[in-house]
């Protein structure tokens, strides 16, 4: 956990013509506004007739937090190489993951130890984003460890291989996670370019994504959804609008201030797998929604505190 005067020192940063874009309150930020975005749009999907377009934005910062993944394990390979790599993935996701799907083993209907296995190994997990985010950290794993040389290219040919072989819903999110291996090896000329170039190149990532948005809605292009050719238009709009993204806190430093968005990201894992554990008991009526936001923030407290009980000692 970073000590608050951190947020200070990111606004700093910026008053100097300095932008802190990506570093690690910046990146917790980030992983709030994700997780807050996901999570409130998950349920108002509950609700019959939301518009269609809402799925927009959902997978938009589904995106940007893959992103944010694959910057931040390429940010600790820059300081550790790949030493305790696997245990550190231990500690921080398959432990609480095992955990969770251990004691949701009594709600589950026609249990079977074969679906627990398959779930806890990330063959068939129940939540699609933990099994894809493992995956990409094995690419990445295999990708440092025998071609180090040639480690994006090894990560972009793995994307452009999930791309063509993946259900769509992972699919779009291919070349996110590589996306954000590439910016955690520039970032130091990334930082050097300047508020305002930063931002124009967000707004230039922004435009494009619209731009194949509209695309996919003339009707006979849409009459390619499910194909091949549909999943790279999708990629063309979630990853370019994800990049837009990361310059929410740059446009308003307010976003850097806020506790909630600070906690909602360092324990951004913990409200997802609790968030979406309950998602299945929402119901459309005030009370329901109360209820399970309650117990969200709840359950997430207390998992979180969990998990660095257990990280603590091992």
Known sequence: MQPARNIHMTNSANQDNKPAILQRDYTNCLRGISILAIAVLHVVFKWDGMPRFLNLPASVFV????????????????????????????KRIILPYTLLITVLIPFTDNFSWKDYLLDITYIHSSYWFIEFIMWNYLVYWVAQRFFPGKMMWVMLLAGFAGLNTLMQVEAEQCCSFAAGVAVSQHIGT?????????????????????????????PCVHSYKGTLIYNYILLMIKLPMSLSVMTLPMLFPVMLRSRVLYWLGIGSLEVYLVHMALLDCVETETLSISIYTAATIVLSCVMYRADQFIMRRL
Do not use: Q
């Not at 390429?74 to 190489?81: D, I, L, T």
């Not at 050097?192 to 996919?216: N, Q, W």
């Open 190 to 218: 990334i930082r050097a370019m300047g508020r305002k170039k930063i931002i124009s190149y967000a707004a230039a990532g922004f435009l494009i994504g619209t731009f194949f948005v509209l695309l996919k809605e003339i």
């Open 63 to 90: 995106a940007a937090f893959i992103f944010l993944s694959g910057y931040g394990i390429h940010e600790s390979y820059k300081k550790n190489g790949l030493k305790n790599y696997w245990y550190k993935r231990l």
